[in-house]
T-cell receptor
């Protein structure tokens, strides 16, 4: 299973764009890249998923270079409510057929007024 | 809101006791996964059920067991509780087991073992 590496924490001022990069050097051909957001005492919430190039939805963009060994989650114009832990996950169905998610320790983003 | 609910919200047990945690998945979701999240850590996969059959298991001992029912509800049972079992327990439901099937998490049950 591909291991992911993210910065432990990041600070950003309100209104700025935030980019969180995740390394996944051992990503396999069938692996997708998924990002989740988690607020304290809540379950993780799906943000975005992609396989290659760029994916954009109403809350974020995901940039994946051609070699797919890293990915960058981009949050435009963050607000205080974006303060949370962000997890990068890489995985396929796996040998057991279960689509279980493997979380690392994530990146704790703190948005400053 | 994800449409996934869990009960109870909080629970306090003593070492050696047994506990049952409950989850109600989104209607139509055939898959439920359970995760344990210790303080300051990411969620760790316990096991997954697909159409009422266990469909994968993480590195957890047999005293962690589960059930999934036809009405989209499920249970996580933990026997012989240990202090290290204190954690936030999360369930997540998804349509099926494809890697692109988004998992929708409930708010979790905070278990404290004394």
């Amino acid at each position: 299973l591909a291991k992911t590496t993210q910065p432990i924490s990041m600070d950003s001022y309100e209104g700025q764009e935030v980019n969180i990069t995740c390394s996944h050097n051992n990503i396999a051909t069938n692996d997708y890249i998924t990002w989740y957001q988690q607020f304290p005492s809540q379950g993780p919430r799906f943000i975005i998923q992609g396989y290659k190039t760029k994916v954009t939805n109403e809350v974020a963009s995901l940039f994946i270079p051609a070699d797919r060994k890293s990915s960058t989650l981009s949050l435009p114009r963050v607000s205080l409510s974006d303060t949370a832990v962000y997890y990068c996950l890489v995985g396929d169905i796996g040998q057991t057929g279960a689509n279980n998610l493997f979380f690392g320790t994530g990146t704790r983003l703190t948005v400053i007024p | 809101e994800t449409g996934v609910t869990q009960s109870p919200t909080h629970l306090i047990k003593t070492r050696g006791q047994q506990v049952t945690l409950r989850c109600s998945s989104q209607s139509g979701h055939n898959t439920v996964s359970w995760y344990q999240q210790a303080l300051g850590q990411g969620p760790q996969f316990i096991f997954q059920y697909y159409r009422e059959e266990e469909n994968g298991r993480g590195n957890f001992p047999p005293r962690f067991s589960g059930l999934q029912f036809p009405n989209y509800s499920s249970e996580l049972n933990v026997n012989a509780l240990e202090l290290d079992d204190s954690a936030l327990y999360l369930c997540a439901s998804s349509l099926a087991v494809a890697s692109t099937d988004t998992q929708y998490f409930g708010p979790g049950t905070r278990l404290t073992v004394l």
